[in-house]
């Protein structure tokens, strides 16, 4: 590090005998300071050193091949760890690039920091036509959480401070750090900068419920006939695994797990209502959401799908202004869900409020009746290949390895693994998020390997793939335990969508027919496979997660098999007038 700075000195600084730091070092000793340990982004000016000498300082730096990906990768290390994850881009094109994702983990409650170097800000701001120049600030703040510019060297201890801060504080979000180029190379004695760093102490403090609104959950709880509680990725992000199953299983309540909650219990657990959903949301007179916002996956907490019996709901939620956002909410607990599960555990003492019996037999019935109606479904050994029988298979695979992280994105793709692939680890299930978005996948994959060191499954619809698919060779460059599984329909929705103009063009929702993704991987090394059966898949898959290689497999489904927009085709407008 010494070396690089006597190297990154600035030809006209002054002979001193004064030992120097400067804006670089400074950026690298803050992050250090606060436990960074990776950065995920794309090098080019201003930040192609500064990522050099990051790496040189054992930080590790994970090169993309799209600033996307690698904004995707750093929002999901802040889900799996805490701890804010942190993309590096370059000016203009390569911050708007990054931006996406910064704006997805803000939506999605995920602590990130985009840092991205920016042009010259006397240019910029009278607008004189720099290299990359753009207004990068005020561009980012009405994206993210909190957006702050440094200037000063002096001030960069503080600036990282506050991003780090900001980004996991409260209701976790994305954060924008506004580096300008000039800030790398600025000078200080390096005693005083030293002195400028700051340390964030319990950056993310709890926040204890209130007495009274415990008290408040439970006299609902214990009024209730038909309880259920949801978990939303709120909980899983939490890490209050231990006390959130203790609450569930001293009250009997069945439990709904939200996609990115599934595992947080077993879906295998016989208070899971997973298999039951429906009914329970029809049919229960009283929710306790944990980390999960009525937003339109779950219809905003009213119409058909929620029944017409009237319903109380408690909510569990670091942020205040959640509360009453979409229905009233009976019995607010605002803290975080650690301190708030605990405090309800211990007012409950000795006398929890218990599920009714008849209740929670029936929903373990409706379950038994919905898990045997899918089973023989799941055995179909089809060629072509339906989803079914290709997650039948791959249901199995993570049974046998429940410590794998299933990464998933897709429409027909998205929504049947989710609803058949069991998850038996929390954290251990991440996909498209509080907006359905194509692109998380192969940044996830990277990010997930990269945080917790385990193998990887990534099922991915072929059009989900292609958001992110480049980044096949980053993952090969950096030998990543990660199985790619393409769920190939040559398509969106479907293969077989015909351009109703008649004319050349292929229809609008369809691809390349028998295309064979798996032959991408090899490029890069890799290992590729052609899959046209449910054996053969598992095969493939399995030897995959064996040796622990970079693999892609190309699951050949039938074109025919999937349905308009997955699951949530009601959401399409329509038109009125007769399709000509
Ligand atoms: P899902 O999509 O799984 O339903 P959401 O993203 O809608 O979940 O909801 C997550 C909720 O969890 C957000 O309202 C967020 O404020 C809340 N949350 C996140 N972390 C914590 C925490 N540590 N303590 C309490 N609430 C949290
Ligand atoms: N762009 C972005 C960024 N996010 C989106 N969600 C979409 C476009 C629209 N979209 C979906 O909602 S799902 C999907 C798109 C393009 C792809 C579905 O096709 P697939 O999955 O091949 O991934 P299936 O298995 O064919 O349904
Ligand atoms: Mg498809």
């Known amino acids: 590090m010494a070396d690089a700075a006597v190297k990154e000195k600035p ?21 250090k300071l606060n436990g960074v340990k990776t950065i995920y982004g794309v090098p080019g000016i201003p ?46 094109p390569g911050f708007l690039n990054g931006l996406t994702a910064l704006a997805h983990a803000t939506t999605n409650c995920f602590p990130m920091i985009l840092i991205s170097g920016s042009s010259e800000r006397e240019i910029v701001d009278l607008q004189q036509g720099d290299y990359e120049e753009m207004d990068q600030l005020a561009i980012a703040k009405p994206l993210c959480k909190a957006a702050y510019r440094v200037l000063h060297a002096a001030d960069i201890g503080i600036g990282i401070a506050r991003a780090i801060r900001a980004a996991v504080s409260g209701r976790p979000g994305g954060v924008y750090l506004d580096l300008p ?22 950056a993310a403090p709890a926040q204890i419920p209130a007495p009274e609104a ?25 890490q209050a695994d231990d006390a959130i199953r203790t609450l569930v299983e001293k009250t009997g309540i069945p439990f709904l797990p939200m996609s990115m909650a599934k595992g947080l219990l077993p879906d295998t657990h016989p208070q899971c209502a997973g298999a039951a959903r429906s009914t329970v949301l029809k049919d229960s007179d009283t929710v306790m959401l944990i980390g999960a916002r009525l937003n339109w996956l779950l219809s905003h907490g009213k119409g058909k799908a929620w029944g017409e019996a009237p319903k109380k709901f408690i909510q ?127 940044g996830y994959a990277i990010g997930a390997a990269i945080e917790t060191a385990k193998p990887v499954l990534a099922i991915e619809g072929d059009s989900a793939f292609g958001f992110s698919g480049m980044e096949i060779e980053t993952i090969c460059r950096y030998r990543l335990p990660v199985c790619v599984v393409i769920f190939n329909n040559d398509g969106i929705y479907r293969g077989t969508d015909v351009n109703q103009g008649g004319g050349t063009d292929p229809a609008t929702t369809v691809f390349v027919k028998g295309a064979r993704y798996d032959k991408m991987i090899e490029a890069f090394g890799g290992v590729g496979v052609n899959a046209t059966s449910p054996d053969e898949l598992k095969r493939a898959v399995n030897a995959a997660m064996d040796s622990g290689k970079p693999t892609l497999i190309n699951a050949v489904i039938d074109p025919g098999a999937g349905s308009e927009s997955g699951r949530i085709g009601n959401l399409n407008p329509q038109s009125k007038l007769k399709k000509k």
Not at 11 to 31: K, N, R, V
Request: overall charge neutral; proline content about 5%.
């Open 11 to 31: 030809a006209s600084a002054p002979e001193t005998e004064q030992e120097l730091t400067d804006g670089f070092h400074l950026i690298i000793d803050a992050l």
């Open 181 to 202: 180029a000039k800030l790398f190379g600025q000078v200080m004695p390096a005693e005083a900068g030293r002195k400028s760093l700051v340390k964030v102490i319990d």
């Open 214 to 238: 415990v008290k408040r959950a439970i006299d609902v709880l214990k009024s209730a006939k038909r309880p259920l509680i949801i978990l939303g990725k709120g909980a899983a992000y939490a």
């Open 47 to 92: 930040i192609t050193d500064f990522g050099r000498m990051a790496q040189a300082s054992g930080i590790r730096v994970l090169s993309f091949r799209h600033e996307q990906n690698a904004g995707y990768a750093a929002s999901i290390a802040g889900f799996l760890t805490k701890q804010p994850g942190i993309c590096l881009t370059v000016s203009a």
């Open 316 to 442: 569990v939620d670091i942020e205040p202004k959640e509360m009453d956002s979409n229905v009233e909410i009976a019995a607010p607990v605002v803290g975080d869900i650690g301190s708030c599960v605990k405090a309800l555990i211990d007012a409950m003492g000795s006398a929890p409020p218990k599920a009714p019996a008849d209740w929670t037999a029936a929903v373990s019935a409706k379950r038994e009746e919905n898990v045997a109606k899918m089973a023989p479904r799941l055995m179909n050994n089809n060629v072509p290949m339906d989803y079914h029988g290709a997650l039948g298979v791959l249901r199995s695979i993570v049974k046998e390895r429940p410590d794998a992280i299933l990464v998933n994105e897709g429409a027909n793709a998205l929504d049947l693994t989710r609803g058949i692939i069991d998850m038996y680890q929390p954290r251990k299930r991440i996909d498209v998020g509080t907006w359905g978005v194509m692109g998380v996948g192969m």
